[in-house]
């Protein structure tokens, strides 16, 4: 008989130990968790992003303005935040927040740790690149979305360059349960064992974020060029 084979994490290779959520299932509203994508995991990558994950539930249902979304917010989102256990999450959430005006009244806005948001749809970037093609992203994963405003970043000139390329016929489409709630349109070249990748994540059918993979020189250049 066959050994059977150990799967490797997804995010750093060593022997995995359970499966993770591509999103984690805490987006999904309790009847649209069927069907999810997941992949194999170590302990560590599986553990270790638990408060990433809930933070960015609150981050990604709140500027939203799906049904979905807002549903999921004010019945178990908001309310979890209400036990005692949550006091520090709630406070991480709200720290440095300002009150602005807008039109029709005021707003909250609330600073997000960059670090925190790269690391969490970093995340679901390398989930999709294994769930996709069985292996790895070995290398540095860059994300942004223009729902959370960067400084450093021009979102305009960036999303015109990229959205124009994952809009094109060479892009595909992610095969999803869900997608009103989630869903992913991606491409990726190879030159050798060298890769680029790019997927364009819609979280409730109202936040776009980019992912990609940067490392891969020789490859990134073509992207560049075709864009």
């Known amino acids: 008989m066959r050994p059977k084979e150990t799967l490797q994490c997804y995010w750093c290779g060593a022997p995995a130990t359970s499966r993770e959520h591509v999103p984690p299932d805490s987006l999904f509203p309790p009847g649209k968790r069927t069907n999810l994508i997941t992949v194999p995991a170590c302990a560590e990558h599986n553990q270790r992003f638990s408060q990433d994950d809930e933070k960015f539930r609150f981050y990604l249902q709140a500027c939203s303005d799906s049904i979905d979304a807002l549903d999921l917010f004010d019945k178990k989102t908001m309310r979890g935040l209400e036990r005692p256990e949550a006091a520090r999450l709630v406070a991480d959430l709200f720290r440095g927040m300002q009150q ?128």
């Not at 909250?108 to 740790?113: K, R, T, Y």
């Open 100 to 227: 602005i005006a807008v039109p029709g009244g005021v707003t909250a806005l609330l600073q997000v740790d960059s670090t925190a948001q790269n690391r969490f749809f970093e995340k679901v970037t390398r989930g999709l690149h294994y769930h996709l093609f069985g292996r790895r992203i070995v290398g540095d994963v860059a994300t942004f979305s223009p729902k959370f405003f960067n400084v450093s970043l021009d979102h305009k000139e960036l999303a015109s360059r990229l959205l124009r390329h994952l809009h094109s016929p060479q892009a595909i489409d992610g095969k999803v349960s869900h997608p009103e709630i989630f869903r992913f349109r991606y491409c990726s070249y190879r030159d050798g064992d060298r890769e680029a990748f790019l997927v364009l994540m819609t979280f409730y059918n109202s936040v776009p974020v980019i992912g990609m993979c940067t490392n891969t020189e020789a490859v990134s250049q073509k992207l560049s060029l075709r864009l």
